[in-house]
């Protein structure tokens, strides 16, 4: 089976930098994924990690140890707009994915 | 490109009752995956067709189920609906060709939101 925790809630000021963290533990490996999700919105696809260390797309970074089970995801000069839920992923056979419950970020003036 | 849409957008129903919701992938994508998401569990697979074969599915009981036609529309059905069953409702689509059955990007759509009274 596969199990994700991350934190539920963090809250962060405009411009500076967070990090959500990821740890999860699955049977095999198939790569892990980020999804923002804004409050009554679908989530949108943010990064996808297969091979270990840092992937950098913008303000945002996603990073990955796959001997730790550990993964997390990095925003630089927060927006207002950054304000979501940010969801951790990892992905079984054929698409069946697990998520995790999601960490909700507020950004604060 | 049109994203994937899904239709109704809300739906009301009781106790008992059964729905069907529908979803149509973004074009060109054959591979369509339904999640439901609550406050308390998040988002949990329900399934996943390619070809209109189901592939994959989660741990949901029978009164869950799903179908996909040759234009690669899916539907999902629930019967006898309880209240347990009020959530938000995700579709995702992707091209679902990635080798060995690994992981491609999803892509989701707005959602139902189920209401069981």
């Known amino acids: 089976g596969q199990n994700i925790d991350q934190p539920t809630e963090m809250t962060a000021t405009e411009g500076a930098i967070v990090q959500i963290n990821c740890t999860y533990q699955t049977s095999g490996f198939n790569g892990l994924f980020w999804y923002q999700q804004h409050a009554g919105e679908a989530p949108t696809f943010l990064s996808y990690n297969v091979l270990d260390g840092l992937e950098e797309k913008g303000r945002f970074s996603s990073f990955l140890s796959r001997s730790k089970g550990y993964s997390y995801l990095l925003l630089k000069e927060l927006q207002m707009k950054d304000s979501a839920s940010y969801l951790c992923?990892?992905?079984?056979?054929?698409?069946?994915?697990?998520f995790g419950t999601g960490t909700k970020l507020q950004v604060i003036p | 490109k049109a994203g994937v849409t899904q239709t109704p957008r809300y739906l009301i129903k009781t106790r008992g009752q059964q729905v069907t919701l529908s979803c149509s992938p973004i074009s060109g994508h054959r591979s369509v995956s339904w999640y439901q998401q609550t406050p308390g569990q998040g988002l949990q697979f329900l399934f996943e067709?390619?070809?209109?074969?189901?592939?994959n599915k989660g741990n949901f009981p029978g009164r869950f189920s799903g179908r996909q036609f040759s234009n690669s529309r899916s539907e999902m059905n629930v019967s006898t609906l309880e209240l347990g069953d009020s959530a938000l409702y995700l579709c995702?689509?992707?091209?679902?060709?990635?080798?060995?059955?690994?992981?491609?990007?999803?892509?989701f759509g707005p959602g139902t939101r189920l209401t069981v009274l």
């Open positions: 995702a689509s992707s091209t679902g060709l990635a080798g060995g059955g690994g992981p491609d990007t999803q892509y």
């Open positions: 067709y390619f070809s209109e074969t189901q592939r």
């Open positions: 992923a990892v992905p079984g056979g054929y698409q069946k994915v697990t």
